[in-house]
């Protein structure tokens, strides 16, 4: 078995913060539905603004919603730009040919598109 990229968020701005919730990244239900994110499943984020990466469970939030709540809510601030990951286990023989799910939205955390494969750099 190996870990792999199941999907992304790429980019998403935080819209919120609420350290007193008792903890988790709130997404927008399309961004989730669109990612294959469930309720409660575990996520990694990743602030771009200052290099921060830890790991909690999403739950469904409203339209353009990203919010980090509890602990998590000390490592970003409103406006900074996260990338949001899930991973799932995946057999040997299904890893060579395995694609993500990549989905990229705008400044508003609205869905600008949506593919399997991340692009590589030569």
Known sequence: MRIMLKSKI???RVTQCNIDY????????????????LPYEQVQVLNVNNGARFSTY?????????????A??????????????????????????FAP???????????TGVKREVETRV
Do not use: Q
Not at 58 to 70: F, Q, R, S, V
Not at 101 to 111: C, E, P
């Open 72 to 97: 998590a809510a000390r490592l970003v601030d409103k406006g900074d730009i996260v990338i949001i990951l899930s991973y799932c286990h995946v057999d040997e023989a299904e890893a060579h040919d």
């Open 22 to 37: 008792e903890g988790s990244i709130t997404i927008d239900r399309e961004l989730m539905r669109e990612a294959d994110i």
């Open 101 to 111: 799910r990549l989905v990229y939205v705008d400044a508003k955390n609205s869905i």
């Open 58 to 70: 999403a739950i469904e939030g409203g339209k353009g919603e990203i919010c980090l709540n509890g």
């Open 10 to 12: 790429h980019r998403a």
